[in-house]
Every structure is written in C-alpha cells, then in structure tokens.
C-alpha cells in the first residue's frame, strides 16, 4: 500500500459576480464547476494557470502554485482574517485554509473537510505516532482507532452525522503507522519547501511580515 498526504491549499473566489453553474455537487458536473471556478479566479486576481488539485475542486497544491499565484493568496488571506479593528497583517494569525488529501495506491480517498488548514499537519503526525487520542481536524471527521501497529478510519460511524465532500468511496481504510508516518514526513518536506518560497515572496515584495511562512503554515499558535 503506498500512502501520501497531498498539502493543498483552498482558493475560492464566489465573490466576482460569475454565474454559478445550475447544478452541482461539482464532482458530478466537473466541466461546468471548472469553468467556473477557473472565471471566478481570474476575474478576482489569479492567473490562468491556476490548476486544481483535482477537476472543479478548490483545493491547490502548494507545489504546483505560481509566485504570483501564491502573492495573490497572501494578499487575499490577509483580507480574510481581519477582525474588526481592521489591524492589517497584525491579524494574521491563522494558516491557509486546506488541508491534506490522504492518497492511497494512487486515489484520492480523503480531502480536507470544513474548517481544515494546512496546521493539521501536527494532527497527522500525532496520529501516525499514536499520541492522537481524538483525531480533530475539522468536520466532519472520520473515527480513527489503532489496532496492531495500523490505524482505522471509519467514515461512517462518526460523532457528527455529516456528509464527506466529496463523499468517501471506502467506509473503511486500515492504514500501518509506519506508512502514515512516511507520509508526514514527505508532506513535512513539500511544507519546508513551501515555506521557503513564501519566505523569498516576503522579501522580494517587500511585505515585511514577520514570520509569514510560520503564521501560513503553523498558525500564530503553533510555531
């Protein structure tokens, strides 16, 4: 079994006065949800070469995101995190919205859900160390249980009776630690390589945020 976490990014752009398509979800109407969302972010500032992760999603990459790509999400979640006194980067605590996709024999098995972002990777790592007790990374969650060095995922029996996006095929999956761990420590090494791209933009646009790559990965409370 060849398992992998995929670190990606959430762009969404439903601000931009573009027709929503007719029908949904997306992954039944790719065509007309890539279109879409491809409009959606060209219109608020991306390029055209934005590609998703998957068909129609809203889930990037990090790796295959553009410096310019990657300016205007810097610009935009800088925008998404103000707080009422309106503070300009000093309310800049949060990691990019996100999340990892858990790949395994080359399908994509499980996305990032509501309220995940790219500081969960300190869950997964938990997990595949077996210190996780409650696996918490947004809703829903699958249950996960460890049983003779693997870790299972249930995602039906799960405390909130939420539905997947997009659903999950497996109502089940056993994956070794050991495997798991692997998986972290690529996604670790794509997130350094990250974060030193987001360390070159800082400098080259002159941002001058302190700790820019720490606060959009890690989170303000987390590094």
Same mark, same amino acid.
């Given at each position: 079994?060849?398992?992998?976490?995929?670190?990606?990014? =959430?762009?969404?752009?439903?601000?931009?006065?573009?027709?929503?398509? =007719?029908?949904?979800?997306?992954?039944?109407?790719? !065509?007309?949800?890539?279109?879409?969302?491809? /409009?959606? !972010?060209?219109? $608020?500032?991306?390029?055209?070469?934005?590609?998703?992760?998957?068909? %129609?999603?809203?889930?990037?990459?990090?790796?295959?995101?553009?410096?310019?790509?990657?300016?205007? $999400?810097?610009?935009? =979640?800088?925008?998404?995190?103000?707080?009422?006194?309106?503070?300009?980067?000093?309310?800049?605590? +949060?990691?990019?919205?996100?999340?990892?996709?858990?790949?395994?024999? !080359?399908?994509?098995?499980?996305?990032?859900? +509501? +309220? +995940?972002?790219?500081?969960?990777?300190?869950?997964?790592?938990?997990?595949?160390?077996?210190?996780?007790?409650?696996?918490?990374?947004?809703?829903?969650?699958?249950?996960?249980?460890?049983?003779?060095?693997?870790?299972?995922?249930?995602?039906?029996?799960?405390? /909130?009776?939420?539905?997947?996006?997009?659903?999950?095929?497996?109502?089940?999956?056993?994956?070794?630690? $050991?495997?798991?761990? /692997?998986?972290?420590?690529? %996604?670790?090494?794509?997130?350094?390589?990250? $974060?030193?791209?987001?360390?070159?933009? !800082?400098?080259?646009?002159?941002?001058?945020?302190?700790?820019?790559?720490?606060?959009?990965?890690?989170?303000?409370?987390?590094?």
């Amino acid at each position: 079994m060849k398992v992998e976490l995929i670190p990606v990014i =959430e762009i969404t752009s439903y601000d931009q006065e573009v027709q929503m398509p =007719e029908h949904g979800p997306y992954w039944k109407f790719p !065509n007309d949800w890539e279109n879409y969302h491809r /409009l959606s !972010n060209i219109k $608020a500032g991306y390029s055209n070469g934005l590609k998703p992760y998957a068909k %129609a999603s809203s889930f990037y990459r990090v790796s295959e995101i553009s410096d310019v790509d990657i300016m205007k $999400a810097i610009e935009r =979640e800088i925008e998404r995190q103000q707080t009422e006194e309106k503070n300009g980067v000093e309310d800049l605590v +949060c990691s990019f919205n996100g999340g990892y996709v858990l790949k395994i024999d !080359n399908e994509d098995i499980y996305f990032p859900q +509501c +309220c +995940c972002g790219l500081d969960d990777i300190r869950e997964w790592e938990d997990l595949a160390n077996g210190q996780c007790i409650y696996f918490s990374i947004g809703h829903p969650v699958p249950h996960v249980t460890e049983k003779n060095g693997a870790i299972c995922f249930d995602f039906v029996n799960t405390q /909130l009776r939420e539905s997947f996006v997009p659903p999950v095929i497996q109502p089940t999956i056993e994956i070794e630690k $050991a495997k798991l761990m /692997l998986a972290v420590q690529k %996604a670790k090494n794509e997130l350094q390589i990250f $974060a030193d791209r987001l360390k070159a933009i !800082n400098q080259r646009e002159n941002l001058n945020i302190p700790d820019l790559d720490k606060i959009l990965i890690w989170g303000v409370d987390n590094y």
